[in-house]
């Protein structure tokens, strides 16, 4: 019957069909997978090694590695292996082997494919590290504390390379002397001696052992370290925590200022994003319109940081007039903003110190506090800022006005910052503490060589006439402060902060001086341009001035 | 409704046309060989390609109070490592009974399941154990030592640290 | 001496012809040749019995039936055979689970074929049962003597639904944590009329559906919990059960409908096989207690072919093709896992699996219109088809009553042509909450676009009673504008929506979020 062999011929073909597509299937599954094929080739003392899946799993951390079967020279046991990409890893502190790959290079580590594996497939929100950033994957577990802004820490690099201490040690990869006749390095590698401590009468042993060796290198290379120098190198050691790019990253940012408005950590400004876990952030859910290159978060942060207006329509964060390397620190920076649920076991002991000890992420001299609050305001060197389109930031190292602010005028300000104004107050929620505050006004009067104003004055005593005071504002003053004292371009001279911290004296010496380098002239010199004020006339601008704060 | 002419056929007589009916036999021949294909490629599935337990090779810090024939075992491996004068060696301490851990003693290792007794060397010295404590491979490169869980060496090896 | 030698020979004997015996044992009937040995063949078999020993020609068409019955059957058993192989992997846990699904893809031998073959056979079983219910309703196949079976398929209807949509939220990624958090919130949906009448607090039905299907507020590990028990226990019991039952009265009421002249329309046989000819040899003396028409003694069931072979290559044949379909979409292409499910970032658009996404576009309107209302209006509604409908005329045939194809066709194109016009109004106009911002919700439930459509349908369909004085002309016009008002929905809501559930021509245009 023509019906019952039409079922029966479609039987026979869905059923080869099927057999077909199994075969395929099958062929897929165990001929054609690529890291079978990268296995076919690899070699362990010249026999080939077993093809199976390899991983490396830590069940502590929740690791289940499967990387290891491509890059089987990594795999534990393995290290000798050889074939094509096949590159044993560099020796470091974690053991490939116990952590597996993905706690420090991000990626997928439980798939088995190339893009899967590397984390740049539509669905994997942490994408592998780019090498270049690969150190951005120590900031997952480790927060080394107190790291100085940039400017510090090449100070101390620079004593430590003046004193060629790389003659003999070795340190991040450099340095370090073979012995002419054979041998290991004349003095151990130093990468890690933030973490492992070293003896602190070394410099009492260099010279013993200096006195005792008869060995070339003691006798050309070592040289007495002064108490100063002495100082700096320690310091220096302590931040060699074997992250240098990333350690040097971190100074780059407490260099900006970046805290003045991004909170990391709990510490910093809220005007822009909590920038705390930034490194994690999708790529996949990043908008990479304007962003050339690849669809990678190292990507848009390098640009990002370079404009972003242009990355971010409509974002509030200025241009910052980066060079290159310090745009590379600050990508580097925020990529190891990442974090991970490690078990107690694994926390390491420097982010212990920092969630749980309050240890801060950056030193706490007044150099380094102000370069990671102020400076992206007032600039690196305190001398304010002037961009197209943003309100002046005033200079603050400026000698004219600190020799006349008294410290407590500097140190209110920033507690209790300008109330409507750019400056917020800096209070405990934001991690500047008392002593922050302190330092900061010790740095800028280091910084600009200007000791505090010594004025035996009360706060107020200025007895001026207002009206009189009035009409001389408006005529010489309003045109830069605004007729109320709002500030147009100059600060606003009505703000409470101000009118409560000011002395008489601040303001009396202030217009009779001006300030040098600012719109600022000295009134009570005589100019061409600008009337000429007497004493008496400026006391009377101080007392009309003094009307729009509160009496005490 | 009976079509055929003549005497009608009865249900108990065989097919009209007896022949071998090879488009039915190759049809139901290749779906059982699909389905078959498919049966053993499925039960390939239960058969883990890879184990949720950690290597069996793995880097350990020995203790540098380790006194000679004191028994270190690493918090979740089940090796005794040993360090003495002639260097380190590793002995299994998973009973080579019914796979008990055994638990060193002064003299040697005893098996709490089934009462299997061992001598230092990993030597069966009562019970009902088939055969003596295996030894593991231990390497020594540098200051770090790896244990190989899975790959058994001669009694009596050991390694100069 | 002698006697122990018999013994061992006899014994040597039996060894010898114990495989023969076991397969005769199994199969007693030998080779199915005969007439009577092709029945005995059948009925002597646990799984084939449920099979008539003859089949009707008229069944054994393709244009019958294009064999979807079976293929919802076969893809059932793939999915049973998938999913029984995926559990050895898969742990309901939180997280756990979108790492085991991690292992499935990368690691488990056979595992990512497996999963993508069970993901195609699933959304097969879901497109078959359908079209399946679709056939029967265009043959006119629901009438009496088959009502309960058509209130039997609808149950498999729910409960195949029910089995696709518990086990999306399994992998535990973004998708499935999102479709099922929509999906659960449809569930809730009774509370807008709940709250416009005030009455949640001390009656909710909508709270209570939503609570007993997550075990929580929000979808979280209790929820993953149930959700596994009824994907693989729960619905996949009561669907064997309810098949049993399905396929059983499919038998009991006298097997697939058929017209009335059928035997005019079927070409003559060309008697390959004889047909019961001989005198009875027995009476059937249950005759007597048997209700309904008396089976008729002295000749056999007329233009029936045995089900040996005849039947039972169609089937299998049906069976391999829906494997072949699922193997080989399952070989192009692999079933989705997104990242992790995170409660803290919604996929925007957040859709349900795409089944309900025409009652989600509906949801969009009206939360108890599109998630209860109407979805009940519909169930109620063929549910009570096959009683209201008591005619006679085109039983068995496609299209069949008063009206026919023209009329079919003329449905289709009012049903997709209202649907599209309602869409396109609601995208191009808004609707009264954009007209008239303080308007009651209550109003808005009552009127809206899903009801506005649902009453244009009805409207229809009671005209058309009324123009063939037929009530099968209204429900064919009926069914037939609902199965294109849900084409369009869900094409909509699949393709035409994005972030926020706005219009979008294409994803390309979405937004960046």
Redesign the interface.
Known sequence: ?A???R??????A??????V??????VR?NVLLEWRQVQAEVRLDGQPVPV??R?????TLGV?D?CVSCHVSMA??EQNATGPAQRSHPNVVH?P??FGCTACHGG?G????KD?AHGTVH???EPMLPVRSTEAGCGTCHATAGIPRREVLDGWSATFERLDCRACHRMDGRGGTIRPDGGGMEGPDLTRVGLTGYRADWHDAHITRAAADTAAPWRTSWRSVSEADRADVERFLATRVAMPSLVSAKSTFFASGCLGCHKVSGVGGDDGPDLTRAGEK?P??A?F?AVAGDRTLDNWFDQHTRTPTSVVVGSQMPALRLTDREVDDLTLFTLSLRRRDVPGSYLPRDRMRVSRFAEREFASDGATVFGAFCAGCHGRDGLGLRAAGVATFPSVANPDFLAVAPDALLSETIRRGRPGRRMRAWSDDTGVRAADIAAIVAYLRTAAATPAPIDSKPARWVQGDPAEGGRLFERTCAGCHGPKGEGLDAPALNNPVLQAAATDTFFVETIARGRRGTGMVGFAESSPIHPTLTRADIESIVSFIRTWGVQP | MTLTPGPAPSRLDADPMPRRDVLGLLSLWSMASALVFATVGALRLPRAAVLPSPSKKFRVTIPETLPPGAAFVPPGRSVAIFRDGDGIHAVSIVCTHLGCIVKATTAGFECPCHGSKFAPDGAVTGGPAPAPLPWRQVTVSGSTVTIDEETSVPTGTKVQA | MNAGSDALRVFRENLRLAPGRIAAAAFRTGVPHTDRSRSTFVFGNVFLHLHSVRTHRWSLRWATTAGLGIATLAAFLITLVTGVLLMFYYKPYPDAAYLSMKDIHFVVPTGRFIRNIHRWAANAMVVTVILHMARTFYTAAYRAPREFNWLIGMALLAVTLGLSFTGYLLPWDQLAYWAITIGANIAQSPREVTDALGVTEVFDPGGLQRLLLLGSDTVGEEALVRFYLLHVMLLPLVAAALMAVHFWRIRKDGGLAKPADVDRRLPAADGTYPVFTEAPQKTYHLAAIVRGRTPAVGHGPEQTVPSMPHLFYAELAVFMLTVFACTALALVSDAPLKELANPLVPENPAKAPWYFLGLQELVAFSAFMGGIGIPAVVLVGLGLIPFLDREEAGTGEWCGGPGGWPLVRRSALIGLASAIAVEAFIIRFGWLREWFPTIPQLVITAVNPGTVLTAIYAGYSMWLVRRYNSTRAGALGLFTCFLGGFLVLTVVGTYFRGPNWQFFWSPADWPLH
């Open positions: 019957m019906s019952l062999d079922n029966k011929w479609l039987l026979l869905s059923s080869v069909g099927v057999l597509l199994l075969v395929v299937a099958a599954e199976h899946l991983q490396v799993v830590n069940q289940a499967r534990p046991g053991d082997a116990d997928q439980r798939a088995t494919l899967d669905f994997w929100p999708d996949g859910r908008d319109a």
